[in-house]
């Protein structure tokens, strides 16, 4: 079974920074990407980021656009999320999606 695995979420200051790890399982299919999602209490997951694992393109929510960059280690079949000045409206929890599966998820919690 496919089930990408998130690791990295932790409690920062607004401002600080913060990189989450995805680690993909199983097979990767040619020309997927992989995707960060986010989800705060009370409200709908939504996109953050996503690379292709071909291409390296990527692609951001225009609400994180300049401040979080996604990257990813092919040999390593891992993804990550750079995640610079943080604000308090990043907390969530964050989940990785590969080809329709989704992580458990991590905490992200941004104090003011």
């Known amino acids: 079974q496919v089930q990408p695995a998130e690791s990295g979420g932790g409690l920062v200051q607004a401002g600080g920074s913060l990189r989450l790890s995805c680690a993909a399982s199983g097979w990767i299919i040619s020309g997927s990407n992989m995707g960060w999602y986010r989800q705060a209490p009370g409200k709908e997951r939504e996109f953050v980021a996503s690379?292709?694992?071909?291409?390296?393109?990527?692609n951001y929510a225009d609400s994180v656009k300049g401040r979080f960059t996604i990257s990813v280690d092919n040999a390593k079949k891992t993804v990550y999320l750079q995640m610079n000045s943080l604000k308090p409206e990043d907390t969530a929890i964050y989940y990785c999606n590969q080809a329709g599966y989704w992580g458990q998820g991590t905490q992200v919690t941004v104090s003011s």
């Open positions: 690379i292709s694992w071909r291409s390296g393109y990527t």
